[in-house]
């Protein structure tokens, strides 16, 4: 029974409804044999919900799901797996302590419980080899990088016999060359035969790496097109609604230094020196850009600007005469100093917490919100309530709910209202914007340049040189752990990416 339209799978006018807040409003697509399909839209736009649909994690309240033409029910994920449907999760679903094997067995229930662990154990490796993945299958997978969970997670649905793949956001996590990598594998899983969707929000990956595109937004499917000659502004048209062009706006007004940083030095938790001798100073009024390529003391910079780990050696001086170099982050914080750190949520933000308990952390301490014994209830939800607003975080259906629930982007607002809500003098941002989609990715941008406006020294640390370029006033060099150069504006791209590479 195959579908003569070559339609691998197909998903009609899926209405999913929680708690009455339709995330799925009639949406459709429909995925090739043989095709990556980009699954393409904003945070909340309903991509995952969607595939965890054809997944059979979520049921949908109302349409038809077609495997080559043939209406199904998916009545969880196991028969979506007995379908030949896989889905690969933005949050891996693996036993830490288990190496890939025991994993992929646990995984299925099945048959193949009772078959030699050594039958499974080749199988694994030869389609890890088909794919070209380097995996050791043998370790716990608690001890792999984020990129070789991800594949085991990949062995796991393929060797599983799925036909039709299903990865969210998979390059999320990853390394652009990582990122590169598994896109180059997601085409060559094509080109065999699998189809594969392909959920994200990246437009140059739906461009360069699939063969159509399917754009959603607010729960609806806006189009499906070639992904062959279109362009990135028609694609945000049609992600956004309307077009969204950031512009330079550099500074009006600069002022007097607000963090001095000399001769600093810190290390990586194993002790490796990552930041030496770091000179550099953030005025009042402008964004300070440290532009350079990951892994040559950016995190490090962050993390011993904001308190989190303790400097070596040097001096951090704030607001021209508090001297800074071995203070807590709290006492940074009553300083005035605010910190946006990239991994917000392991070091930003607390899960398990609420959206207001997340939002009141600072002030809590501070006394904001009362004493510590008896914390003003009423007033820090008032607090929260307006911020949440005023920020334009959204999912928040309850300030109780907790903050794991939020999406990429949401969440980032919530630690940027927080951040900014004691009016700070300096804010230390590393990849404010990292994994957030366009609009997310503005909005935070457009909170950095306010912040600026109104007189705060922003330090923004970033890998991505188009951010840079769009945002700073002034821009530093960090190659091995060190300022190697400083641009002012306007800035040449070529020379500042010379810059960055030349010392490495
Ligand atoms: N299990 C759930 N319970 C409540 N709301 C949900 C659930 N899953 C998704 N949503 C909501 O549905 C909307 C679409 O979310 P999602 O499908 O995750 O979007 P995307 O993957 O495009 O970012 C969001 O508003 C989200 O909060
Ligand atoms: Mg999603």
């Not at 990122?179 to 997601?186: H, K």
């Not at 230390?428 to 912040?451: I, M, N, Q, T």
């Not at 040189?465 to 306007?490: H, K, N, S, W, Y």
């Amino acid at each position: 029974m195959t579908d003569p339209s070559g339609t691998a799978l197909a998903l009609d006018a899926i209405t999913k409804t929680f708690d009455g807040f339709r995330a799925l409003d009639a949406a459709h697509v429909s995925v090739r044999r043989g095709e990556v399909h980009a699954l393409l839209g904003e945070n909340g736009a309903g991509k995952s919900s969607l595939m965890n649909v054809a997944a059979g994690l979520y049921a949908p309240d109302s349409g038809r799901i077609l495997l080559d033409g043939t209406e199904v029910t998916i009545d969880g994920p196991l028969d979506a797996r007995t379908h030949g449907i896989g889905m690969v999760h933005q949050h891996y679903k693996l036993v830490k302590p288990f190496n890939a094997i025991e994993n992929i067995l646990l995984s299925d229930p099945g048959e193949r419980y009772g078959a030699a662990i050594d039958a499974l154990t080749a199988r694994v490796r030869e389609v890890a080899d088909e794919l070209g993945f380097e995996l050791d299958v043998t370790k716990p997978v608690g001890t792999l990088s984020i990129a070789e969970q991800q594949r085991v997670e990949i062995l796991k649905v393929l060797v599983g016999g799925a036909w039709i793949l299903i990865l969210d956001e998979p390059t999320a996590v990853l390394t652009d060359a990582e990122g590169a990598r598994l896109l180059e594998t997601v085409r060559a899983l094509a080109k065999g035969g699998h189809s594969v969707v392909l959920v994200t929000h990246k437009l140059n990956e739906a461009i360069d790496y699939c063969d159509r595109i399917t754009v959603m937004r607010g729960g609806r499917t806006v189009d499906t097109v070639e992904a062959k000659g279109i362009s990135q502004s028609d694609l945000t048209t049609m992600i956004v609604g309307a077009d969204v062009h950031e512009q330079r706006a550099p500074s009006q007004s600069i002022g007097a230094p607000v963090l001095q940083v000399a001769g600093l030095r810190a290390a990586r938790g194993d002790g490796h020196i990552a930041v030496r001798d770091a000179n550099f100073e953030v005025r009042s009024g402008e964004i300070y850009g440290i532009a350079g390529v990951g892994g040559n003391g950016q995190t490090e910079l962050s993390d011993a600007l904001s308190g989190l780990t303790r400097s070596l050696a040097g001096i951090v001086t704030l607001g021209g005469t508090t001297d800074i170099t071995d203070a807590s982050a709290e006492e940074r914080r009553e300083n005035g100093l605010a910190a946006i750190p990239a991994d917000r949520h392991s070091k930003a933000l607390s899960g398990t917490l609420s959206v207001a308990d997340n939002f009141a952390v600072g002030g809590v301490l501070r006394g904001r919100f009362g004493s510590w014994l008896r914390v003003r209830r009423r007033e820090l939800e008032q607090a929260a309530g307006e911020a949440v607003e005023a920020f334009d975080v959204q999912g928040v259906r309850s300030l109780k709910q907790r903050a794991a629930l939020l999406s990429g982007g949401n969440a980032q607002k919530l630690v940027i209202a927080r951040e900014f809500s004691g009016s700070p003098r300096l804010i230390v941002a590393h990849s404010p914007a990292r994994g957030l989609d366009l609009r997310a990715s503005a909005a935070v941008h457009e909170r950095l340049r306010s912040a600026r406006d109104a007189g705060a020294g922003v330090l923004l640390i970033s890998e991505d040189l188009d951010e840079i370029l769009l945002l700073c006033d002034r821009i530093g060099v960090m190659t091995r752990g060190q300022i190697v150069a400083e641009f002012d504006a306007p800035f040449d791209r070529q020379s500042v990416g010379e810059a960055m590479i030349g010392h490495g």
